[in-house]
């Protein structure tokens, strides 16, 4: 045999070892690194995806929280991770809102994931104020605001959030001055706003919804398209008379940019037909969330349309904040 016909021989039989991988894959533990602490939306969607994986493929898909650094740590691990299949990320929006806000980033979420495929979305904020509060629209909170502008104040879960955003759009918008008060997860924030310390807070529904419904806090809108079933009463940012004033978050999984194509399809597909499953949307629906599916091509310009918008807002609104 020639030497030509022997390096022939074996690139077919390192072609044939590879193709066999990835039908194989998975064949070990797969990680699904989750950038925020357990108990969430994002954490209970990566999860119940997972279970479903780990059914349906014949392995442990396991979830890992990694928070800290506005979702960089975990997304670090991700991107730096060999691209075989067996590291995943449950990315949130803020993959879109990240490379304006932090401009210094060393890793490029677009060039450096590859998206599988968008399990759900949810209303990224609601905007509410204690239930003691006279203010009952968004028109009448415009109107206090401009009876003695740039001295009040709203209230978000941290600098760079969701909220953050939503509020600096609303000001924007309205040409209103609320200052940003940034708190350390939507706890102290809405415990503040209950307890009169704080006059306008941009949270998300699910963790204002208790206090809404008991009337501790007072919905002006929900800030997306359509009502949500959980709050029927609460009108849209549209119907309250700010169309523009969108704040929706989506929750899919991605992979290390270079992960085999037959591999992201695999994922793809799989988690389509977990998501086909009543018990799987039941759950998502549960936590305020629309399913969403589709192909990794969807989620992809999803991810792009998203961070063209908030990266608009976000250098409009000069918000800056620094990765950990």
């Not at 990835?22 to 699904?32: F, L, N, S």
């Not at 415009?142 to 969701?162: H, N, R």
């Not at 940034?182 to 209950?194: F, K």
């Amino acid at each position: 045999m020639t030497s030509r016909l022997i390096l022939a021989a074996i690139a077919a039989l390192f072609v044939s070892a590879g193709a066999y991988a990835q039908d194989a894959y998975p064949t070990r533990v797969v990680r699904v690194i989750v950038p925020y602490t357990p108990g969430g939306i994002t954490d209970i969607l990566a999860r119940v995806v997972a279970e479903g994986l780990s059914r349906s493929m014949g392995q442990q898909f396991i979830v890992e929280n990694r928070p800290g650094g506005g979702t960089t740590i975990g997304t670090r691990a991700v991107v730096t991770a060999p691209p075989d299949g067996y590291t995943l990320l449950m990315g949130t929006t803020v993959l879109s809102i990240n490379p304006a806000l932090m401009p210094k980033l060393d890793y490029d979420a677009a060039k450096d994931l590859v998206p599988i495929v968008n399990v759900g979305e949810s209303s990224g904020a609601i905007v509410a104020v204690p239930g003691s509060s006279p203010v009952k629209t968004l028109a009448e909170l415009v109107a206090l605001e401009k009876k003695d502008p740039g001295q009040l104040t709203f209230g978000t879960a941290g600098a760079g959030s969701i909220g953050h955003i939503a509020g600096e759009q609303f000001n924007q918008l309205a040409g209103t001055k609320f200052t940003h008060v940034a708190y350390r997860g939507s706890a102290p924030v809405i415990n503040d706003a209950i307890g009169g310390h704080i006059p306008l807070i941009f949270d998300g529904v699910i963790s204002t919804l208790a206090q809404i419904q008991a009337g501790k806090l007072r919905a002006l809108a929900i800030l997306q398209t359509k009502r949500v079933d959980v709050l029927p009463d609460v009108p849209t940012s549209a119907e309250a008379g700010f169309p523009e004033l969108i704040s929706t978050s989506y929750y899919g999984y991605l992979a290390p940019r270079g992960t085999p194509q037959a591999i992201v399809t695999r994922l793809n597909t799989e988690i389509n037909k977990i998501l086909a499953q009543p018990e799987v949307q039941e759950k998502i629906r549960q936590q305020g969330a629309t399913l969403v599916g589709g192909s990794s091509e969807d989620f992809a310009k999803t991810i792009e349309t998203n961070t063209k918008r908030y990266g608009e807002i976000i250098r409009k609104g000069n918000i800056s904040v620094e990765a950990n």
